[in-house]
C-alpha cells in the first residue's frame, strides 16, 4: 500500500478532513500550470497534500503550517516515511499567529480553518510572488454554501455564511481575479490582476 493510500485510510477512521482526490488532482494541475517551485500550505493535518507536492515537482519548496498537536504528531510520522522530507518544512503554530515564512511563494494553499479564510487570505496574500496563486479548498463545504438550508446545526450554518462571506470577499478585491470551481468540495484559485 502507498503512503497516499495509508493517509487515505488513517484519514477516514480518525475523521481526518482531507483534500480529496479530484480536488488534488486539480491542485497539482494549477501548480503545473503556474511554473509554480514554492508551495504554502495552511492546514497540514496529517501531510498528505504536502507530501503529495513534494513528491510530484523535483524543485519544490514545500512550507505547511499546523496548529493542532495530534496533527503536527501524526504529520511529523508521514513526512518522516515519505522520502520527500528534507523538501518540508513544517511549521508549528496558529497560522494567524506565527511569523510569515522567509520569501515569496508561487502557490499558498488554504485548508485550515475555514472560519478565518478571509484573515489567513489578508494576512498571507503580501507574500504571493507576482504571477502566483492562492488556492482555497472547501469553498462549497459539502454544498452547504450553496443551499445552507440543509442543516439545522448553528454552528455549521454560521461556518457555511463565513465561507459565503470568504467568496464574496474574493470577488469584491481590486487587485485579484477569482475563479472558482466545482471540483473536490469547491476550489477557489485567485491571482494578482
Known sequence: ???????????CDHSVPVMLDDGQAFLL???KEYNCH???????????????????FEDMRVVT???????????????SKSGVQDKITLI??????????????????????????????DKYSPILSNNGI????????HGLVKHPE???NRNTRQLVMKIQKY?????????????FYSIGDGIAVTRRK
Open 1 to 11: 500500500m502507498s503512503l497516499q493510500d495509508e493517509m487515505k485510510n488513517y484519514a
Open 134 to 141: 492562492i488556492i482555497t479548498d472547501n469553498m462549497e463545504f
Open 38 to 56: 514554492s508551495f504554502l500550505e495552511l492546514g497540514t493535518a496529517i501531510g498528505k497534500t504536502s507530501i503529495l507536492v513534494a513528491s510530484e
Open 167 to 179: 467568496h464574496d470577499y474574493l470577488e469584491t478585491l481590486d487587485d485579484f481575479e477569482t475563479e
Open 92 to 121: 508549528e503554530g496558529d497560522a494567524l499567529e506565527i511569523e510569515n515564512p522567509e520569501g515569496k511563494f508561487d502557490c499558498i494553499f488554504i485548508d485550515a480553518a475555514k472560519a478565518q479564510y478571509t484573515r489567513f487570505f
Open 150 to 152: 440543509n442543516t439545522h
Open 65 to 79: 503550517v499546523e496548529r493542532n498537536p495530534d496533527m503536527i504528531e501524526q504529520a511529523k510520522i508521514n513526512i
Open 29 to 31: 494541475s494549477k501548480l
